[in-house]
Structures are given as C-alpha cells and as structure tokens.
C-alpha cells in the first residue's frame, strides 16, 4: 500500500505530475520538487501543469486534501521513502539523447538522499545510463537505485498508469525487489521483473521502435493502395490483422498524416545513436523516421492533388492541431509540417482545435484560427481532419454538406470516416479524400 509511503517526485511536467497526482489520490503523501515557477504556482493552485484529460480533478482533489505539495528546495527529499525522478531527455543535434537535465537533477538532488531511499529512474535514457548515475545517487548516502520506464500514451495517461504492466530493473538484486515491492504496493498492476536496469532502459526504447516501425509499414501501406486507386487501406489492415501470430494476431497499427509527440519522434533516433556507439549501422530506427517525417509532405501533396488548384489561394479549415486525439500537446505534431507544406503551396489555413492553446504555437505559422468548427468552415474550399478528437466525431457527413459547397473535398488524415459515412460524404455532393482511401 502507498497510504504509508513519503514519495518525491522530481520533475512535475506531463509525466511526473500524472504519477504524482494518481500516487496522492491512492492515498500517499506526495512532493514535487521542480524548478520551473509557472508550473509550481498551477499545482500549488490546483490546476494541472498539463492538458492531460482528468489530471487537473486529481492535482485539485490531492492538494486539497493534502496529500500533494510542490516545491523547488530539494531538500525535502530527505524525508521521503521513494523518489522518482521524471526529468526530461531531448533529442541531441547528433541524435543521441540529451541527458543535462537528468544528470544535473541527480547531481542536485544526491546530497539530500540518505539511507534505504528508493530511487526509481523513469527518464527515457540510452541504455547503461542508470548504472552510470547510481554511483552519484549514493555518493552520500547508501540507497537503492532501479530503472521503471515510463509507458504511458497521452489522453490516457491516468488509465494506463494504474493498468499497463510496470517494468522493473535495479542495478543490483537488492535494488529491483524494492522496486518490485514498492510498484505492487502503490498500483494494482502486473509488475514486471528485468534483471538489469539497462535491460528495463531498453524495453522502453523497444516499445517505442515497435510502435514507429508499425505506423511507418502503415503509412506505406496506405501509399500502396492511393496508387492502385479504390483500395481502403483500413479495410486492408483489418483482415490482415485478423491472422493469428503465437499468442496473438498480426497488429498493423492506422496510418496518418504522420507521427509527433514527445518519445515517438525521439526515442528511435536514441536507438539509432545508441547503435552507433556499439559499432552497429542500424537501420530500422532511420527508416521508420523517414517513413513517417515524409507523411507530411505526401499527405499535403495529397490534399492538392484532389483539390486541384481550385483557387488561386484555396480556403482549407484544418480541424485538428495537436498530435494526440482529445489532448492540447502540439509537442512535435504532425500537422505542424504538413500546415506549412500547404502554405508553401498557397493554401489559406484556418484551424481549429478545442484542446490546443494557441500560444503555445506562436504566430510564426502565418494561419488563422477559428472559435469552433463552423466558423473553419465558413467560407472554405475545403475540410483538413489533421486529428481525430471524438467531438469531430459528430461532425457528420450531413454537417459537413450543410456548412462546405458542393465539389468541396473533406480530407481525412485522421479522423477515419467508416465506409457509410465515405458513401455518404459523395451523396451529398462532396468529394472524399483519405490516407490510403
């Protein structure tokens, strides 16, 4: 159980303000220590530090009960049982990980450790990193030191973390059964033991070439099918995952307009340096990004091909702006690279996004933004679905007809229209356009 257990938690941005929340509603008391002003001032208030759905109820819920405290004096880890530390890793210029934060966090945070503290790593790392820290982790006290990756998807952050498998490895024997110990306590959640830490740092790495590599042969397939012409790629990639594979079936995940976020985008060029540093030329981790960073420049290409220069500058409503259906994070989107491959063509953007907070994005992009989906379309030669939140959901074939003219084209990047609704899009005098259909 946790309702006993002191927990730190250093670095309170998307990750570790969900662990921390989620940890404190299940009854621990938790600490952030985090250097940042701006996100201090919201948990101390209350409110989320991130657009995760559900997050700010728990920062609410756990302050006012309190069982949530943020701080930047790292000196309160002192008194704490556990401290995971969820500080960020960027990508390098070279492609290898950015690991400052991390390493200046735990040179900071090292002298106020003391004895029979747990220390759980969760920073996505290149593998062998947590052994390297350890030594600075107990250069002043004797503690425990493991590796429990991170594996969350935004949007369902809070559910997965109390459900998905967590992974554990320490750098010695001692140091995983306590982290074993502690996750089967805090989460009713399978709890999986590594024998290393640099074998748990891999495993994160390994979902996340997985899962680039399964949207890039996605993303392919539906290239194939645009070329033979009247092929549904969604129509493929379902039957063709119906084939049972041992003790599963064949998983190709949808195909887009590309693929962003924070991990997705980075981690396998973490792989692809990592190779290198070994003596190895991977190629996996470079194919997969190449595949899926040229989505942007297809998928634009695309729009242009059915609208077909309609206009000198054609009107298009792009609904939909962030990398993940129903949250705000523009981290690394997708529609970032095709909005300005459209406006390099000459497109007239207006956007729209009931999650996004458009000064995050800044003015540079040059398109305008909308209050709400009628007013993209006002006007509009055309409709972009970049994302798929599920209120989209309702805009329908109808609705669509109601608010576009006749011959307009409704492209689908990522709102995945069903087969009736595509027919029904072309009874009502518009005309369809997906990825791969």
């Known amino acids: 159980?946790?309702?006993?257990?002191?927990?730190?938690?250093?670095?309170?941005?998307?990750?570790?303000?969900?662990?921390?929340?989620?940890?404190?509603?299940r009854g621990a008391r938790v600490i952030g220590v985090e250097p940042n002003p701006r996100i201090r001032t919201l948990v101390a208030a209350g409110r989320a530090p991130a657009p995760e759905p559900g997050l700010e109820e728990l920062v609410s819920a756990a302050v006012l009960a309190g069982r949530l405290e943020i701080t930047d004096d790292p000196s309160v880890l002192s008194d704490v049982d556990v401290v995971l530390i969820t500080v960020g890793t960027p990508l390098a210029e070279d492609g290898s990980a950015d690991t400052s934060q991390l390493t200046g966090a735990v040179e900071t945070i090292a002298p106020h450790l003391r004895d029979g503290q747990l220390i759980l790593l969760k920073s996505?790392?290149?593998?062998?990193?947590?052994?390297?820290?350890a030594p600075i982790l107990?250069?002043?006290?004797?503690?425990?030191?493991?590796?429990?990756?991170?594996?969350?998807?935004?949007?369902r952050a809070i559910a997965e973390f109390q459900t998905i498998p967590v992974v554990v490895g320490g750098v010695d024997p001692e140091s995983t059964q306590a982290g074993v110990e502690f996750w089967r306590g805090a989460l009713d959640v399978d709890v999986i033991q590594v024998s290393s830490a640099t074998g748990a740092e891999l495993v994160k790495l390994a979902d996340n070439?997985?899962?680039?590599?399964?949207?890039a042969l996605g993303n392919e397939l539906a290239q194939i099918c645009d070329r033979l012409g009247g092929i549904d790629v969604l129509e493929v990639i379902s039957a063709a995952n119906s084939l049972p594979k041992v003790q599963h079936h064949v998983n190709i995940?949808?195909?887009?307009?590309?693929?962003?976020?924070?991990?997705?985008t980075?981690?396998?060029?973490?792989?692809?340096?990592m190779g290198k540093s070994l003596g190895l030329d991977l190629q996996t981790p470079r194919v997969s990004r190449e595949v899926n960073d040229a989505m942007a420049e297809y998928s634009a290409a695309s729009i242009d091909g059915v609208i077909g220069g309609a206009d000198a500058s054609p009107r298009l409503a792009i609904l939909g702006v962030a990398f993940k259906t129903d949250t705000?994070?523009?981290?690394?989107?997708?529609t970032l690279p095709v909005m300005k491959q459209l406006l390099d063509r000459g497109y007239h953007l207006v956007a729209f996004d009931p999650f996004v907070d458009r000064e995050e994005l800044g003015g540079e992009l040059g398109i305008d933004w909308a209050d709400s989906a009628e007013e993209a379309l006002r006007g509009a030669d055309a409709a972009a679905f970049f994302t798929?939140?599920?209120?989209?959901?309702?805009?329908?074939?109808?609705?669509?007809?109601e608010h576009l003219p006749a011959g307009a084209v409704v492209f689908d990047g990522r709102r995945y229209f069903t087969r009736s609704e595509i027919d029904d899009i072309g009874a009502r005098g518009l005309r369809y356009k997906g990825v791969g259909r």
């Open 1 to 25: 159980m946790v309702t006993d257990k002191r927990i730190g938690v250093v670095g309170f941005g998307y990750i570790g303000s969900v662990i921390g929340a989620v940890l404190a509603n």
């Open 124 to 133: 996505t790392v290149p593998p062998g990193l947590t052994e390297k820290l």
């Open 138 to 155: 107990r250069r002043h006290a004797n503690t425990l030191v493991a590796f429990s990756p991170e594996r969350l998807a935004e949007g």
């Open 209 to 215: 070439l997985w899962i680039d590599l399964n949207i």
């Open 253 to 264: 995940l949808t195909p887009s307009i590309g693929v962003g976020g924070y991990c997705l």
């Open 266 to 273: 980075k981690d396998p060029w973490f792989v692809h340096s």
């Open 328 to 334: 705000g994070d523009v981290r690394y989107t997708p």
């Open 388 to 401: 798929g939140h599920r209120q989209f959901a309702d805009l329908t074939p109808e609705w669509l007809a």
